[in-house]
């Protein structure tokens, strides 16, 4: 390959690498800059250690070839204490202090967990309200339905800036993963089950959002746009919906959750009673044996799982 080619390849890789913009290290949402400061400093400890070896390794080599004579050769040297007490003791420290942050981060970061605050050095208020979302993963789109709004969208999220949000996430046949990298990490989302997200989105924009786990044909079809806004322009654009918008009933609902692909975004005016329970239930027909509410009730000493289906007692041993 001549001079000119591999010039030209190493500029074109500049040029596009140049236009790249990577969202998981400048996030919009406080629970992901956390989570990016937690990439950081994982990165940073892990090469205090990595990059001291390779550097000594090449050092090393360097210094004992063959070529240099006043290079001392013991060939009867086999320990030095010193060397064993930096060996030891360095990568020690780092996974204890990998540990404590782990441990630390696995708390704080919980997605379960009621946010704390707004951003660094803003703590939460007193008075904030979250905004509740119900998110159904289904055959391959995303079903958002606000109860407090009374509207649901297909493909399509909004929220205020600044506001908390609890995501309630469950799916209708696989199991797939709920992602908007600029808010928070990757939840699952399981059918007869429901996960959460407390997140909050501290910039305005529209962001991706998309299925991260692998779900079936229409898989890469699963996207949808995140836009956050204004508490007005939240509201200008739940009106929005309301006057754009047909009724979801659960007759079309369950026309909804058959299989499609590539769906452009739609909305709700309306959404029937009780529906997203039935959802998570799999009580759309309330005769369906798999209708979970059919469960018996627990009996003592059992507790309920997250869709209210009895599980037993754990045992001890």
Same mark, same amino acid.
């Given at each position: 390959?001549?001079?000119?080619?591999?010039?030209? !390849?190493?500029?074109?890789?500049?040029?596009?690498?140049?236009?790249?913009?990577?969202?998981?290290?400048?996030?919009?949402?406080?629970?992901?800059?956390?989570? *990016?400061?937690?990439?950081?400093?994982?990165?940073?400890?892990? !090469?205090?250690?990595?990059?001291?070896?390779?550097?000594? %390794?090449?050092?090393?080599?360097?210094?004992?070839?063959?070529?240099?004579?006043?290079?001392?050769?013991?060939? /009867?040297?086999?320990?030095?204490?010193?060397?064993?007490?930096?060996?030891?003791? &360095?990568?020690?420290?780092?996974?204890?202090?990998?540990?404590?942050? %782990?441990?630390?981060?696995?708390?704080?970061?919980?997605?379960?967990?009621?946010?704390?605050?707004?951003?660094?050095?803003?703590?939460?208020?007193?008075?904030?309200?979250?905004?509740?979302?119900?998110?159904?993963?289904?055959?391959?789109?995303?079903?958002?339905?606000?109860?407090?709004?009374?509207?649901?969208?297909?493909?399509?999220?909004?929220?205020?800036?600044? *506001?908390?949000?609890?995501?309630?996430? $469950?799916? %209708?046949?696989?199991?797939?993963?709920?992602?908007?990298?600029?808010?928070?990490?990757?939840?699952?989302?399981?059918?007869?089950? /429901?996960?959460?997200?407390?997140?909050?989105?501290?910039?305005?924009?529209?962001?991706?959002?998309?299925?991260?786990?692998?779900?079936?044909?229409?898989?890469?079809?699963?996207?949808?746009?995140?836009?956050?806004?204004? /508490?007005?322009?939240?509201?200008?654009?739940?009106?929005?919906?309301?006057?754009?918008?047909?009724?979801?009933?659960?007759?079309?609902?369950?026309?909804?959750?058959?299989?499609?692909?590539?769906?452009?975004?739609?909305?709700?005016?309306?959404?029937?009673?009780?529906?997203?329970?039935?959802?998570? $239930?799999?009580?759309?027909?309330?005769?369906?044996?798999?209708?979970?509410?059919?469960?018996?009730?627990?009996?003592?000493? /059992?507790?309920?799982?997250?869709?209210?289906?009895?599980?037993? &007692?754990?045992?001890?041993?």
């Amino acid at each position: 390959m001549s001079m000119k080619v591999s010039r030209g !390849l190493l500029l074109a890789v500049v040029i596009l690498l140049a236009g790249c913009q990577s969202v998981l290290m400048s996030p919009s949402g406080d629970l992901a800059v956390q989570q *990016r400061n937690l990439i950081i400093t994982s990165t940073v400890l892990m !090469l205090l250690i990595i990059v001291p070896v390779i550097v000594l %390794t090449l050092v090393f080599a360097w210094h004992f070839r063959a070529s240099n004579k006043k290079a001392t050769y013991d060939p /009867e040297w086999e320990h030095s204490t010193i060397l064993e007490l930096l060996i030891w003791s &360095a990568p020690l420290l780092i996974i204890i202090a990998l540990g404590a942050i %782990t441990w630390v981060s696995t708390h704080k970061l919980d997605p379960y967990r009621p946010l704390d605050r707004l951003a660094a050095g803003r703590p939460m208020p007193a008075d904030a309200r979250p905004l509740t979302v119900n998110v159904v993963a289904l055959d391959w789109k995303w079903l958002f339905i606000y109860p407090e709004q009374g509207i649901a969208t297909v493909n399509e999220l909004a929220a205020p800036v600044d *506001r908390p949000i609890k995501f309630k996430i $469950t799916a %209708t046949s696989v199991m797939n993963s709920f992602f908007i990298p600029a808010l928070a990490g990757q939840i699952y989302a399981m059918p007869g089950m /429901e996960t959460k997200l407390q997140a909050v989105l501290n910039k305005p924009g529209d962001f991706q959002g998309f299925s991260a786990n692998y779900s079936g044909h229409g898989f890469s079809g699963m996207h949808f746009v995140f836009h956050g806004m204004s /508490e007005d322009g939240f509201a200008q654009w739940v009106q929005q919906a309301k006057a754009n918008g047909s009724d979801l009933s659960r007759e079309v609902y369950v026309k909804l959750a058959e299989p499609s692909e590539n769906e452009p975004p739609r909305y709700y005016a309306t959404v029937a009673p009780g529906l997203y329970q039935a959802i998570l $239930t799999r009580c759309l027909d309330p005769d369906s044996p798999s209708c979970m509410t059919h469960t018996r009730p627990a009996r003592s000493g /059992e507790s309920t799982g997250m869709a209210g289906m009895p599980m037993p &007692a754990a045992e001890s041993h």
